[in-house]
């Protein structure tokens, strides 16, 4: 066939829950070779959307008169650059999700939206210069008068006094025009740091990191592991190399931020979910220009863009939030080690207590194993404790032992962290006469009495409602409430210790913006105080005067029926145990449990986290769990329950004989939010089996009827089983 002859369609990236791409004809005014990477507005079902350009195809097999042609293209030069394209592509294949939904996920809003990256600012032109055609409306002269005293420029941000349509006007009377600002890569002077000079473990980390591939730096908390990666990042800088670093939490970021802004002299920007899309866009152009050394980030910077992409790290990398649990599953630990490898970079993952995934991968040599086992010379070691709640429960949460430890604590002039992961008041409200509890309408589950609205509230699905005074089977009126949250616990405290403050750091005591800062800024005064808190406070803070950590309730992972709770159990004791003993202080760690026998609690406490690993390794290798498997999950929820259960069970079964699938099963909660919940495990050693049963599964689940009548998803390498 001749050259000419041959029609190319274009494939592009839209935005739809199918799991396809679409194709278009290349119109005439069209370039021949745009690249890929670049946005296209095409028609979509009586609307204009913006895609993303995939490639070319020769051949389509729809008919070739219903083809429609692209109708813009929106830039000149691909907007996705070549990895993140590959990345966003890759992922819509492993998590099986539409192609069009990854980008979007992956990109800022406002370049689906069509807006330039780039940065736009304000300048006077010749003619605006002149003063004497200074219009006659009283802000429209303001904001000249204020361009002229700048006249390198405002951003719109800089103008946010003035009206869209104030200065679309001058713009239309050309007094005034848009300019791109030119963004130049960082800059930076080499320096000498002299601050703290790394421990001989922290220098061969250091050094072994030298090269692409993934290494997993296990360091015991306060081991000095941020000190690793500046030193890793500053090298990076020195040869004009940008680092990406993911941390599990938005509330970790200002805190790394400052820490990085004190030692560097290059842009940082953040990406987080608590950006304005403005600043999104910006930090994202800021990344994609090299103008920003270092981006600080939760889950979605992972597809940040790079301009000189040099080192990735991934801090706390056994957090279960670089998961993403709704919409597209992506895990972004997972995609930042394939990422690097691409980029052919190093990807460094930090970790206190490494997930048994990357820890596997570190023992069978696939990662290269790092560790700090020491704190720096003069910082001691935290020492655990058990207490044994076997014969007596405690109504209050606290056991004698452990109130007489925590005024000793408090007479030393130290700070106590209690940590137990339940907000609110009681977490039941029951009936003393019949043992009627108070459920929430819409979930299997209790409200949550909370003291502050005096009212129930279900974690689940946020219903409320207030507290009713009678049963609602007998109508007695000898209602109790029963269990712990942090609220009682604060006001357990208050009464017990009356002369400290007792501090309570959770989701409702944080909402309101600026409050979890008043709170930092008061533990950070040092002084003699109780905190209370939630996973909110397990997390990469540091505490330098808590010297006494508290888990008050770990019981439940020991007869949970998900396998990872054990694993979970143990990173959160060590995290929580880490909080203390952060300065010369030496920190003490005391868990309360009705088990001080469990066998995998004492190996995690006499001989550390690696021990405990391995057990559970051996564990999980005997019965064939992950990380010796690979395994994915198909949920539906709708409001019938017969319908979740007779649409999964389409599925049941598998093709392929090393396949195993398991269920259909009601979730453990099987009501939520008013819509009951099953799903179907699917189960192989092989994960290329694995990927094409699910495929044919996923096809199945598509043309199925009962399909179209509930809500179906996917999830791959799940870490939320239930
Ligand atoms: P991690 O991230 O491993 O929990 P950090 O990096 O926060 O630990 O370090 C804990 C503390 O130890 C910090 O206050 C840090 O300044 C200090 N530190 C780190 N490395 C050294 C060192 N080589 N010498 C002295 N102090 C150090
Ligand atoms: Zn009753
Ligand atoms: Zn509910």
């Known amino acids: 066939m001749e050259q000419q002859a041959l029609q190319r369609y274009l494939d592009i990236a839209v935005p739809t829950p199918l799991r396809r791409s679409f194709h278009y004809l290349s119109p005439p005014d069209f370039p021949a070779n745009i690249q890929p990477g670049s946005r296209i507005r095409v028609p979509f079902r009586n609307k204009k959307v913006t895609g993303i350009l995939l490639g070319y195809v020769d051949s389509i097999a729809t008919d070739k008169h219903k083809i429609k042609p692209a109708e813009e293209l929106l830039d000149t030069a691909?907007?996705?650059?070549?990895?993140?394209?590959?990345?966003?592509?890759?992922?819509?294949?492993?998590?099986?999700?539409?192609?069009?939904?990854?980008?979007?996920?992956?990109?800022?809003?406002?370049?689906?939206?069509?807006?330039?990256?780039?940065?736009?600012?304000?300048?006077?032109?010749?003619?605006?210069?002149?003063?004497?055609?200074?219009?006659?409306?009283?802000?429209?002269?303001?904001?000249?008068?204020?361009?002229?005293?700048?006249?390198?420029?405002?951003?719109?941000?800089?103008?946010?006094?003035?009206?869209?349509?104030?200065i679309h006007s001058l713009i239309d009377k050309e007094l005034v025009t848009k300019e791109i600002v030119s963004q130049q890569p960082f800059s930076h002077t080499r320096t000498d740091y002299q601050g703290i000079q790394p421990t001989g473990e922290q220098n061969d980390a250091i050094e072994a990191i030298n090269s692409p591939g993934t290494y997993l730096l296990q360091g015991v908390t306060g081991?000095?592991?941020?000190?690793?990666?500046?030193?890793?990042?500053?090298?990076?800088?020195?040869?004009?190399?940008?680092?990406?670093?993911?941390?599990?939490?938005?509330?970790?970021?200002?805190?790394?931020l400052k820490r990085f802004e004190t030692r560097f002299d290059v842009t940082i920007t953040v990406v987080h979910s608590g950006l304005t899309e403005t600043e999104r866009l910006r930090s994202w152009q800021q990344a994609r220009t090299g103008q920003a050394g270092i981006v600080i980030g939760t889950r979605s910077a992972v597809f940040t863009p790079f301009a000189k992409p040099g080192l990735i790290i991934v801090d706390e990398e056994h957090d279960a939030s670089f998961k993403q649990h709704e919409g597209f599953k992506y895990s972004a630990r997972d995609l930042a080690v394939l990422r690097a490898s691409w980029d052919k970079t190093p990807i460094l993952l930090g970790s206190a207590t490494p997930s048994l995934e990357s820890l596997h991968n570190a023992i069978s040599g696939k990662y290269t194993h790092l560790q700090l086992r020491k704190r720096?010379?003069?910082?001691?070691?935290?020492?655990?404790?058990?207490?044994?709640?076997?014969?007596?429960?405690?109504?209050?949460?606290?056991?004698?032992?452990?109130?007489?430890?925590?005024?000793?604590?408090?007479?030393?002039?130290?700070?106590?962290?209690?940590?137990?992961?339940?907000?609110?008041?009681?977490?039941?409200?029951?009936?003393?006469?019949?043992?009627?509890?108070?459920?929430?309408?819409?979930?299997?589950?209790?409200?949550?009495?909370?003291?502050?609205?005096?009212?129930?509230?279900?974690?689940?699905?946020?219903?409320?409602?207030?507290?009713?005074?009678?049963?609602?089977?007998?109508?007695?009126?000898?209602?109790?409430?029963?269990?712990?949250?942090?609220?009682?616990?604060?006001?357990?405290?208050?009464?017990?210790?009356?002369?400290?403050?007792?501090?309570?750091?959770?989701?409702?005591?944080?909402?309101?913006?600026?409050?979890?800062?008043?709170?930092?800024?008061?533990?950070?005064?040092?002084?003699?105080?109780?905190?209370?808190?939630?996973?909110?406070?397990?997390?990469?803070?540091?505490?330098?005067?808590?010297?006494?950590?508290?888990?008050?309730?770990?019981?439940?992972?020991?007869?949970?029926?998900?396998?990872?709770?054990?694993?979970?159990?143990?990173?959160?004791?060590?995290?929580?145990?880490?909080?203390?003993?952060?300065?010369?202080?030496?920190?003490?760690?005391?868990?309360?449990?009705?088990?001080?026998d469990q066998p995998l609690l004492k190996q995690l406490i006499d001989e550390g986290y690696n021990t405990f690993a391995d057990t559970i390794l051996s564990e999980r290798r005997d019965n064939g769990l992950p990380p010796y498997c690979h395994q994915a999950l198909v949920r539906a929820e709708s409001t019938s329950r017969r319908l979740a259960m007779d649409f999964l069970e389409e599925l049941e079964g598998a093709n392929n004989p090393h396949v195993d699938v398991f269920g259909p099963f009601p979730s453990s909660m099987e009501k939520r939010a008013g819509r009951y919940r099953a799903l179907l495990m699917i189960s192989s050693q092989s994960r290329q089996s694995l990927h094409k049963e699910l495929k044919e599964k996923i096809l199945t689940a598509e043309s199925s009827i009962l399909g179209k009548k509930l809500r179906w998803s996917v999830d791959i390498d799940p870490i939320d089983l239930f």
């Open 223 to 256: 081991s000095g592991k941020t000190e690793v990666y500046l030193r890793l990042i500053e090298r990076m800088l020195d040869q004009g190399l940008q680092s990406l670093v993911l941390v599990p939490e938005i509330g970790l970021t200002p805190q790394t």
């Open 376 to 596: 720096p010379a003069g910082i001691a070691q935290e020492t655990y404790q058990v207490i044994s709640l076997k014969h007596k429960e405690p109504d209050t949460g606290f056991s004698p032992p452990l109130l007489k430890l925590m005024r000793q604590h408090l007479d030393a002039k130290g700070q106590i962290l209690i940590f137990l992961n339940r907000r609110g008041f009681a977490p039941v409200l029951l009936c003393t006469k019949c043992h009627w509890m108070a459920n929430c309408p819409r979930c299997d589950a209790r409200m949550t009495y909370h003291l502050s609205s005096r009212r129930l509230i279900c974690h689940h699905c946020t219903s409320e409602s207030s507290v009713p005074q009678h049963c609602a089977q007998c109508q007695s009126s000898q209602l109790l409430l029963l269990g712990l949250g942090t609220q009682r616990i604060e006001e357990h405290l208050k009464l017990t210790f009356g002369d400290v403050p007792v501090l309570r750091i959770d989701r409702d005591s944080t909402r309101r913006k600026g409050s979890f800062d008043k709170l930092l800024d008061e533990i950070n005064r040092q002084d003699p105080a109780i905190l209370i808190g939630t996973q909110m406070l397990a997390k990469g803070h540091h505490f330098s005067n808590v010297t006494l950590s508290v888990m008050l309730e770990v019981d439940s992972s020991f007869y949970s029926a998900d396998y990872k709770a054990m694993e979970r159990m143990g990173q959160l004791i060590l995290q929580v145990g880490g909080r203390s003993g952060r300065s010369e202080k030496p920190g003490t760690v005391v868990i309360q449990t009705h088990f001080p």
């Open 78 to 166: 691909p907007i996705v650059p070549e990895t993140l394209c590959k990345l966003c592509i890759w992922a819509a294949d492993y998590y099986h999700h539409p192609i069009g939904e990854v980008f979007a996920a992956a990109l800022p809003n406002l370049l689906r939206r069509g807006d330039s990256p780039e940065d736009l600012q304000f300048v006077l032109t010749a003619r605006g210069q002149e003063t004497e055609l200074k219009p006659r409306a009283h802000r429209q002269r303001a904001m000249i008068d204020l361009l002229s005293q700048n006249p390198q420029g405002l951003s719109r941000d800089e103008l946010g006094e003035f009206s869209s349509a104030i």
